[in-house]
């Protein structure tokens, strides 16, 4: 299983999440905070941030011109 927690994980993760509402029309921001070692987690954490509200996207994506 992949780590997701740590930063390469979390940057995949950050991927996924925008690629999957961009595809549903929404535009999503996903950021990345480094929250350091946690002793239960023997190791660093890196957290994702995103501008949803309850797991749903908050903006239409861009008509884009054609």
Do not use: H
């Not at 002793?39 to 884009?64: F, K, V, W």
């Amino acid at each position: 299983m992949a780590d997701l927690c740590d930063r390469d994980g979390a940057n995949r993760l950050a991927g996924k999440i925008q690629d999957f509402w961009r595809k549903r029309g929404f535009d999503v921001v996903v950021e990345m905070r480094e929250e350091g070692f946690v002793s239960t987690m023997r190791s660093a954490r890196t957290d994702l941030r995103s501008d949803m509200i309850n797991g749903m996207p908050t903006r239409a994506a861009a008509m884009e011109a054609g």
